[in-house]
């Protein structure tokens, strides 16, 4: 069984003005551990803590919540001989933004994960090597795939109407997008919003997927409870429901994300290359320079439950449109 130290720590503020030294309680993600340390510095994607014991010990910050993560960081810029933390998220930046449109997004702390499956894992496929990334910097993740609504506000068009199997209404996941046309989508929110919206990398995709777990799905190992967070075959198709479905339905991963298995498959910027894994960089990989597909990812509501694990990769051409396959935009701080 592999042991993974995946902390999901409640922080509690003593009083406003809190100093560095105060001590604050971390809890495992069971609830069943509890310790209490003191905060001494960030930097490089982790965060140094001394215990009661005077036992310093180095965490990554993805192990932490988001609304954590900023507590982390607030009180840390009040330490006066605190050098400027490299790379830091912006401790005035809000954990959930609403734009024009009705879009939100979460903010997504930077962090350092392995990107990819363990070997043993059940349904690995080729192109999955595991190796660890280092997201570098903090940005904000759609909460959901783009909707139907949202993509008519920004285009003006209905790339889904007419198409077989398809559901139509403001709600529903928007689909038939090439990734040409999801690229245009980023372009013109940016241009609307005055902010630089994009697709995520893939390694940005599968870090805000994972939300600190290792498991094959974000919510652990378990299949069997698989619907409870994502549209796949045995609730759509296998019941005559052949359509992508409405978004926000199901449970959200740790990072308010939902939907980031099944439903669509969703667009990331990178071009698709089966043994890129084992050349990427470690820190913000973007994808090969050159290809002939574009990378998918997630999985979608015709397919079975291992096709929906967070590993799971695809690739088709930039410019193929069908009913399995949308997307959701990031956005970047500034």
Request: with cysteine; hydrophobic share 35%.
């Amino acid at each position: 069984m592999r042991i993974t130290t995946l902390i999901v720590v409640a922080l509690m503020l003593l009083a406003s003005n809190l100093l560095a030294a105060d001590f604050v309680e971390l809890k495992d993600v069971s609830g069943k551990h509890t310790i209490k340390v003191e905060i001494n510095s960030v930097a490089d994607g982790k965060v140094q803590v001394t215990d009661e014991k005077g036992k310093t010990s180095e965490y990554p910050l993805v192990i932490f919540d988001r609304d954590s993560l900023i507590v982390i960081l607030n009180v840390v810029a009040k330490m006066k001989d605190i050098q400027k933390l490299n790379n830091p998220t912006d401790s005035n930046a809000s954990n959930t933004i609403t734009i024009s449109i009705g879009m939100k997004l979460n903010l997504i702390p930077a962090g350092t994960f392995l990107m990819g499956s363990p070997e043993d894992e059940t349904g690995r496929e080729d192109g999955e090597h595991q190796h660890q990334v280092t997201i570098s910097k903090a940005f904000y993740m759609q909460t959901t795939e783009v909707t139907q609504g949202q993509w008519k506000a920004v285009m003006g068009t209905e790339p889904w109407k007419g198409r077989f199997s398809v559901k139509a209404g403001p709600h529903y996941a928007a689909n038939s997008v090439s990734w040409d046309d999801a690229v245009a989508f980023c372009k013109k929110l940016s241009e609307k919003e005055g902010k630089t919206y994009r697709l995520p990398t893939e390694a940005e995709w599968e870090y805000a997927c994972r939300a600190g777990t290792q498991t094959a799905w974000s919510f652990g190992d378990d299949e069997k409870v698989l619907g409870d967070y994502a549209w796949y075959n045995e609730n759509t198709w296998d019941i005559g429901e052949k359509y992508a479905h409405q978004v926000e339905l199901k449970k959200p991963n740790a990072f308010g994300l939902y939907d980031m298995h099944g439903n669509v498959w969703e667009w990331c910027s990178d071009f698709a290359e089966g043994d890129y894994y084992k050349q990427s960089p470690e820190k913000d990989p973007t994808g090969p320079a050159r290809g002939a597909f574009r990378v998918l990812r997630g999985g979608g509501w015709n397919l079975n439950t291992r096709s929906t694990r967070s590993a799971v990769r695809f690739r088709v051409e930039a410019d193929n449109r069908n009913i399995y396959v949308g997307f959701r935009v990031v956005r970047e701080l500034e």
